[in-house]
C-alpha cells in the first residue's frame, strides 16, 4: 500500500520502527535517510525523474491568476532569471541550495548538473500515461487537452 508521509516522518519511522517498510524520499530526506544505519538506498530515480520529467510545478487556479497578475508575473521574472543565470550563478546557487536542504554542496552540484531548470513542461505526456498505467489516472491526460495549453510555455 501506498501512502503518503512527510518526508521527516518517513525518515523518523524507517528508523524507529516496522511502521513503514520503505519510502519514496526527496533528494535532500533520502541523503539524511542514508546516514541512518538501518537504512538501505535500494534504488536512485534519477533516471525516471529525467525520463518523465518529473519536477516542480507551480499551480493557481484561474480567479487567483486572473487578480494577482503581477504576483504570477513576478514569480515568473525570478523563475527565468535564475534559468538564465544558472551556469554562471552555479557556485552560488549550489550553495544556497545546500543550506536549504542541509545537504552537502558536492551533492547538491552533482544534482545541478543533470536536472538544470527550466521553464517548459516536457514529459507531461509520459508521465500521465505511467499514472494511467498504474491505475492512478481513471484515463491518460495529454497536455494538448488542458484548457490553457496555449499559454504554457513550451
Known amino acids: 500500500m501506498l501512502v503518503k508521509v512527510p518526508n521527516t516522518e518517513a525518515i523518523s519511522m524507517l528508523e524507529t520502527n516496522n511502521q513503514i517498510k520503505g519510502s519514496i524520499l526527496s533528494f ?8 541512518l544505519d538501518n537504512v538501505h538506498m535500494i534504488a536512485d530515480f534519477t533516471d525516471v525523474i529525467q525520463k518523465y520529467s518529473i519536477g516542480t510545478a507551480l499551480i493557481a487556479n484561474t480567479q487567483f491568476y486572473n487578480e494577482n497578475q503581477d504576483i504570477c508575473n513576478a514569480i515568473r521574472k525570478i523563475q527565468n532569471e535564475v534559468i538564465d543565470t544558472w551556469d554562471e550563478n552555479f557556485e ?3 550553495k544556497i541550495l545546500a543550506e536549504q536542504y542541509e ?4 551533492d547538491v552540484k552533482d544534482l545541478m548538473k543533470t536536472q538544470p531548470p527550466t521553464d517548459k513542461v516536457t514529459g507531461y505526456n509520459k508521465l ?11 484515463k491518460p491526460l495529454k497536455l494538448e487537452d488542458l ?7 513550451k
Not at 28 to 35: G, R, T
Not at 103 to 106: A, H, L
Not at 128 to 138: G, P
Not at 147 to 153: A, E, F, L, Q
Open 128 to 138: 500521465t500515461q505511467l499514472l494511467y498505467e498504474v491505475d492512478m489516472l481513471s
Open 28 to 35: 535532500s530526506a533520502n541523503l539524511k535517510a542514508e546516514k
Open 103 to 106: 545537504c552537502e554542496v558536492d
Open 92 to 94: 552560488e546557487n549550489a
Open 147 to 153: 484548457p490553457n495549453y496555449t499559454s504554457i510555455p
